[in-house]
């Protein structure tokens, strides 16, 4: 969030939660879904209403930014006054139009909070484009309106409404007084208490303000740009639900012990949590794509895809909450009540979640594809790729897949053995490639959370493999943090080189998810530890060269303080690889013996007996690879190259589930930048980062499930299927995703961490 968008969040927080807004909402509710001015005008004193207003015209010329970090506070405490219906889309709208004096009048008269207005453009449910021709007529000739608005706040008390209306053969918008004879008002109670209106005008006194498609384009940019402030009000209802919930479970007990320590109401709670988070990457994503101009198109397709995802997350989120307090969240005396009813209201206004999803597939129009850059172009990787635009960067990384890639090798149905993917592997380190996330200073390409995406993307895209890679994600980033610099000199340039093919050993055959519990044993001998046990489970095992892995030091003290963090060249005497098969029938797996294996006391990363602190640290890296898009974003491509071969996109319920999945992958990766910045930035990983290996997997999953389902019976075939029907091997990602859920701890594991370790609930 930028400095002035915090501030402004900062100031909303101390100014609404100076007030019980909740006991406003039911008292305002029961006077018959008003607001109360004098309310407004300390709005307007704090600047609220002025942030969309330009400099010349007496506003602060901010952005959507600082309006969605009030909006979610306005969500956070229940703010009975129309923020966004009447402090948003009219100030949207009439920034956006050519200055003319009516129009500076009435812009000066709404930001100043001395009017309170809304937009009255709906005439019917369901609406989510703005109509070219719409049935509401303004007579110029006679200055009066003809016709009806629906859906219309806010209604009883407002000074006026913006009336978007036909004029001749164009588009129109006047002005309305709400004292206008002509005008007529039918009030109706939203489930939330407040009132949406119905507005007819039967010759009513309306003042022009501009005609012409510059009308429509405002008021298109205006709407989505409401929609945005109303996504965030929605994140901040899902939020202060989530910690409402979160505190009662740690307060109400049942059966002499708090119902927060019950492990299926942690589970449902984590899962609220993963619904919030998502909501919260998505929006960052969003109004940081509204903030740099896009086309109407693209701030279309954006606000959509925030309205989808925030409007899902609002009512799931205050539902689930109900449910969770039990009895007590079904009254109207208890809050949680409250913010489902206002989530409820506002899921449904401007477009539920399945509308804007099925919009926001609309507006995915496929076009040319993309330009690859010249293939002799320079490759090097000493360039700034942060001053590169993101487009020529993705046009850089498409071309040097076009030059160097070999295009027998695109879109492997399963992960790759060292020997099939060891030649690709040394072209990228040969380019200085090899390791895109690593700072400079260790080698890398210090690619920004930003880059670092685009770059995955066009790797799935393109169907790049991925090769063994454990020494790239979690070796290199481990001793950058906790080794010492004989270590990152010694080891981080073979990972680089592809000399070094690093295999990871936790798993032993009592010790998966409970990694504590480790018995492989290591006695100081000297300027050596003498190792002695079992790994299993050990990825890429035969193709290994090296095994990072953790050992029991001490057997005196907890589990967890006993153990330590060693470096092992698989070379050494008494190490032997046993291949296991997977479920594909692939070597893909193996256990480790270590008999009375000499490994230097050099070899230990961080203090002897603390490398449960560095095997944290590494789980980290490793949920961050595992939520990293790109699995999903490989079995998208894979569902839409199948949909395409079998003509299902003119079917509408595929349409709807493929957008549905299309938009998870696309939060998955806004919420993976996140935790990617954190990685750069070189702090510690927090534990929220197995949310993000839920959904990762979990959205994998959903996926290859679909398209099991969508090539019917060649979902049922081990191999490789090519004919006039098909060209695919369809189980692979099944396979693949089904591990992905168990290793790095089980996603049942991660929902008790988090629970445990984010939401703090008892045990």
Known sequence: MSESAQLF??????????????????????????????????????????????????????????????????????????????????????????????????????????????????EAAGTLEVSASPATIFDADAGTLTGRKRFVRPGPGADGWLVFCRQGDGAALVWVDGASPGAALEAHFGVDGSALSTLTFHQARAVPIAQGDAVIQALGHANEIARIAQSAELAGIARRSLELTRDYLTTREQFGKPIGSFQA??????????????????????????????????????????????????????????????????????????????????????????????????????????????TAEDFSADQDWDAMPEAQFRSKVRALFAAHYPQARRHMPYRQSWAESRDWYLT???????????????????????????????????????????????????????????????????????????????????????????????????????????????????????????????????????????????????????????????????????????????????????????????????????????HSQHTLVQVEKLARQRGLFGDPLFGARFTELQLDTADLGAAYAGFAEIAKRGEAIPASISMLKIWSTETWERLALLLVELADEYGGLRDHSCDDEIDMQVVAPLFNCLGAKIFAGSNEIQRSILAKQVLELPS
């Not at 006991?23 to 704090?46: C, P, S």
């Not at 129309?82 to 009439?94: Q, R």
């Not at 988070?277 to 101009?293: G, K, P, Q, T």
Request: glycine share 10%.
């Open 428 to 630: 990228l380190s040969r380019l200085g490639w090899i390791a895109p996330a690593w700072p400079r200073q260790h080698g890398g390409m210090g690619l920004s959370a930003e880059k670092l995406i685009a770059y995955i993307e066009e790797t799935e895209a393109w169907g790049g493999a991925r090769s063994p890679d454990q020494g790239l994600v979690m070796v290199g980033p481990i001793l950058m943090r906790f080794g010492n610099d004989a270590q990152r000199a010694h080891f981080l340039p073979p990972i680089l080189a592809g000399e070094h093919v690093w295999t990871q050993g936790y798993s032993e055959p009592n010790a998966g998810s409970d990694l504590a519990a480790v018995r492989t044993e290591a006695v100081i001998d000297g300027d050596d530890f003498i190792v002695n046990g079992q790994k299993t489970w050990t990825t890429w095992g035969a193709d290994g060269t090296h095994m990072f892995m953790l050992v029991r030091t001490d057997k005196t003290v907890k589990k967890q303080a006993g153990i330590s963090f060693l470096l092992l060249d698989l070379k050494t005497p008494g190490v032997t690889v046993r291949p296991i098969r997977n479920i594909a029938g692939e070597r893909e797996f193996c256990e480790v013996f270590f008999d009375d294996v000499r490994v230097p006391r050099a070899n230990l990363v961080g203090e002897l007996n603390q490398g449960w602190t560095v095997a944290k640290a590494l789980l980290g890296f490793e949920r961050l690879f595992t939520g990293s898009p790109k």
């Open 9 to 122: 969040a900062d100031s909303a927080a101390d100014y609404l939660g100076a007030t019980d807004q909740r006991q406003r909402v039911r008292r305002l509710e029961d006077e018959g879904g008003g607001f109360d001015r004098a309310v407004w005008r300390e709005i307007a004193d704090l600047g609220w209403l002025s942030i969309l207003v330009a400099e010349e015209h007496g506003g602060l010329g901010l952005g959507i930014a600082e309006v969605s970090a009030i909006a979610e506070q306005v969500g956070r405490h229940l703010l009975p006054e129309p923020f966004v219906d009447a402090g948003v889309h009219p100030l949207a709208l009439l920034a956006h139009l050519s200055a003319s004096p009516a129009r500076d009048a009435l812009l000066a008269r709404l930001h100043s909070g001395d009017a309170i207005a809304g937009v009255a453009w709906q």
């Open 265 to 374: 109401l942690q589970h449902r709670l984590v899962d609220g949590l993963i619904q919030v988070e998502l909501a919260s990457a998505c929006l960052r994503d969003v109004v940081s794509a509204a903030a740099h101009a896009p086309t109407p198109q693209a701030l279309a397709a954006n606000a959509s895809r925030a309205k989808a995802r925030c409007a899902h997350a609002g009512v799931e989120m205050t539902r689930m909450a109900i449910q969770l307090h039990g009895a007590i969240g079904t009254t109207n005396e208890y809050d949680v009540g409250l913010y489902f009813k206002r989530a409820l209201l506002l899921g449904s206004r401007w477009g539920t979640a399945g509308a804007h999803r099925k919009r926001y597939a609309q507006l995915q129009t496929p076009g040319a594809a993309p330009a690859l850059a010249s």
